[in-house]
């Protein structure tokens, strides 16, 4: 706790040094006058004159060009990236230490500007970090007599203007289609970093970066982690080049210790290194994970965590591993799904203000919510007591936070039996303190205004079925108001068990031969002979230990190919597939055994039936099974990275691979494909529109993985295609897939 404590007041010190107001537009502004300068003279000496609008509309840059300005950019990628590093020695260890310790790095970067590139283009802050960076340098060696230390104040801002200008410059490079072979962009590409190295160091490992250089295809570049393990002994500062873009992630650690952090976040990329100083925005903190803020609030965490199903480990040493044993528990993980019941008025109220106040009203909507509300809050509400509760809609739990989104009190609404107003049944600030009085007076006004719509305005409830006559009741079941009209023709249905014998007489039978056939098959007898020998009684196995069956398996060679191909067999989909259209459309009821939902009566007996109920257990085992896959997927687990790079076919890649983009947290993933582009990189050629192509036809067994196959297009909009690191084994995305469709063809009989 005292060495969390300490780093937050370290952080707190290095973000106070930097200036309260915003500078990022304005250095921006001038950066982007700076480089009309530069463009405008150079069209002015392409021509020899003046150039008119249409000498200027005319030209195009060329590589040289393009060379020129990313020597410029990387300039000030290294001085910002020295701009940062000294102003948080400074604020680490005072000034004169601080500039101390910074000697290096200081000098070097006094070189990178010259004399004409220094000269002052107006009042305020210059366009380019290196002139600041030259400032300092002549203070600490001397040349000036005090040093300059409030331009100290704007490396937070001139780091944010480069890092946005290096990393639009690197998807150009990626994307442009540029050939810098004998030309100016390969001299840039193939620049040492050995001066660099030489003066700051690594704050990231070199032997672990794996990122594919710039122009690595023309210009036979592997990963720097690739030609340092190719040269043992060698100074990694003597392999870097430009190209590796490791100074572009330097950059991104040096902005990250504004945001509190220790380094930034990097996502290796087939498109280009993704940085993300702030923290991977797709990665939300876990909400049942204790800010450690002080001791009590850390301790009050830990006994939610114990309240809500957490076990104690055996065995931790430190607060970390405490809480990470607590979180591993089983019961806690299950206990944190399904989403609350929000009755009507509540969904419109979501994010008011309450009134006569400047808070706002938060409802729970699962219980992601409830433990976060707990770990700031110090109370219980994240118990099941509460969760289960509004799950079933009995009762409505809301916060009210500030302006910063920190809640203040919590709040409890029950309604009274059996449709009554909603009433305040708790109301408690943090840890359960007592509210404000005026602030308890103003929700209690606010929950006095609340008005449950009235029958009137209220969505007509659903027809019931009337007894006495044998018909609909509009009603709902307590017989008509007014006559029906003579001419009316009476709406007649049979009761819900004559039904449900007529769904079972007309259909079992046919239903029940179609699946014995299947089961009669090649693919279906291997299927259950695959699943049986991972045990018995799988269906009623727990997730917990089909997962670790399922790991078992693949673990063996030949092991994942074989068990993917069992459980793609669905004997009762294909035979309810299989029924005459009439009868699915009398009977639509019907499509429901193919899903996860609850079966109604009438379907439970169907399935009971003795031909039927062999094929519905064989086909739920396997979409359990499948399931378990999408868990060792999802959590990176290394024995199925192995099976996937030496087994998986193009149908098992493709739904994996799909599921790995469609989930929010996959960590150590490589993009293959940018947002919002559909041609996937590899022979044979394939694009993610096709309908009939192998990435759709996958989305079943995407759903089966567990992802959200319907947020398919607007989530690879915004991730686009990624792939763990770990399933490319060392090769790259074209190698995997090729590999993949090349079993798909042995496996085609």
């Not at 937050?8 to 300068?37: C, F, K, N, P």
């Not at 004998?182 to 001066?195: D, N, Q, V």
Request: aromatic fraction near 6%; include cysteine.
């Amino acid at each position: 706790m005292s060495v969390h404590q300490a780093a937050r007041s370290v952080y707190r010190r290095i973000r106070t040094g930097q200036s309260a107001v915003d500078l990022s537009g304005e250095l921006a502004t001038r950066r982007r006058a700076y480089r009309d300068a530069v463009l405008l003279a150079t069209v002015h000496r392409f021509y020899g004159h003046e150039p008119t609008l249409l000498d200027a509309a005319r030209w195009k840059p060329d590589l040289h060009d393009l060379a020129e300005g990313l020597r410029d950019l990387l300039k000030d990628a290294l001085a910002a990236t020295i701009l940062l590093r000294t102003a948080e020695a400074v604020a680490r260890t005072g000034v004169t230490d601080g500039l101390a310790a910074s000697r290096p790095i200081l000098k070097y970067g006094a070189g990178l500007l010259n004399a004409a590139a220094r000269a002052s283009d107006g009042d305020g802050h210059p366009a380019r970090p290196g002139c600041y960076v030259h400032d300092l340098w002549q203070a600490v060696s001397g040349r000036s007599a005090q040093p300059p230390v409030e331009v100290l104040s704007t490396a937070r801002d001139y780091g944010r203007v480069v890092f946005d200008a290096s990393g639009d410059a690197i998807r150009e490079l990626f994307t442009g289609g540029f050939d810098p072979r004998e030309s100016p962009l390969a001299m840039w590409a193939t620049r040492s970093m050995e001066g660099w190295r030489r003066a700051a160091g690594y704050h990231r490992a070199p032997a672990s970066w794996s990122q594919v250089p710039v122009f690595h295809d023309l210009l036979s570049l592997g990963p720097l982690a690739t030609r340092l393990a190719d040269r043992p002994g060698q100074p990694p500062g003597d392999v870097e080049v430009a190209a590796d873009l490791l100074w572009y992630a330097d950059l991104g650690d040096a902005l990250a210790v504004y945001r509190g952090r220790a380094s930034a976040d990097v996502q290796v990329d087939l498109w280009g290194p993704v940085v993300w100083p702030a923290g991977r925005p797709t990665d939300d903190d876990d909400p049942l994970r204790q800010v450690l803020e002080s001791v009590p609030l850390a301790v009050a965490g830990a006994a939610q965590l114990v309240s809500i199903g957490g076990r104690v480990p055996e065995r931790c040493g430190t607060w970390a591993e405490l809480v990470d044993g607590l979180l591993a528990t089983e019961a806690l993980a299950e206990g944190r799904t399904g989403p609350f019941l929000l009755p009507d008025p509540f969904p419109g109220l979501d994010g008011t203000v309450l009134p006569g106040t400047a808070l706002r009203v938060e409802f729970a909507h699962d219980s992601t919510a409830l433990a976060r509300w707990a770990n700031d809050m110090g109370n219980c509400i994240a118990s099941p007591h509460y969760a289960v509760g509004a799950q079933r809609g009995r009762r409505v739990l809301a916060a009210l936070v500030d302006a910063d989104g920190r809640p203040v009190v919590n709040l409890e609404l029950r309604r009274g039996f059996p449709a009554g107003p909603w009433a305040l049944n708790a109301l408690a600030a943090r840890f359960n303190a007592d509210p404000e009085p005026a602030l308890v007076e103003a929700v209690r006004r606010w929950v006095a205004a609340l008005r449950t719509p009235t029958h009137p305005e209220a969505a007509p409830a659903a027809p019931a079925f009337n007894v006495r006559d044998n018909r609909i009741d509009p009603h709902g079941g307590r017989g008509t108001t007014d006559p029906p009209a003579r001419d009316a023709e009476p709406i007649r249905t049979a009761p819900p068990r004559q039904l449900a014998r007529r769904l079972l007489d007309d259909t079992a039978a046919r239903l029940g031969d179609l699946v014995t056939e299947n089961l009669a098959t090649p693919a279906s007898r291997g299927s259950l002979a695959v699943v049986t020998t991972l045990g018995t009684a799988l269906h009623r196995a727990t997730d917990h230990d089909l997962t670790k069956l399922v790991r078992a398996a693949i673990a063996r060679p030949g092991g994942f190919d074989e068990l993917w191909t069992a459980t793609d067999v669905r004997p009762l989909t294909t035979a309810v597939a299989a029924l005459p259209a009439e009868l699915r459309d009398r009977y639509p009821a019907l499509s429901r055994l193919t899903g996860d939902d609850e079966l109604p009566r009438s379907l439970r007996l169907l399935v009971r039936t003795p031909k039927i109920a062999p094929g519905r257990t064989l086909e739920a085992v396997n979409a359990r099974l499948r399931a378990a896959l999408g868990r060792l997927a999802r959590s990176g687990d290394p024995a199925l990275a192995t099976a996937v790079a030496t087994e998986s076919t193009t149908p098992a890649l493709c739904a994996l691979v799909t599921a790995t983009s469609l989930w929010a947290d996959t960590v150590d993933s490589v993009r293959i494909l940018p947002p919002r582009r559909v041609r996937v990189p590899g022979f044979p050629a394939s694009t993610l529109d096709d309908p009939d192509g192998p990435w759709q036809r996958a989305w079943p067994a995407v759903r089966d993985l567990g992802a959200p196959v319907d947020e398919f297009w607007d989530r690879i909009a915004v991730t686009g295609l990624v792939v763990p690191a770990a399933w490319l084994a060392g090769a790259d995305w074209t190698v995997l897939w090729r590999r993949a469709t090349a079993r798909a063809r042995h496996h085609r009989p």
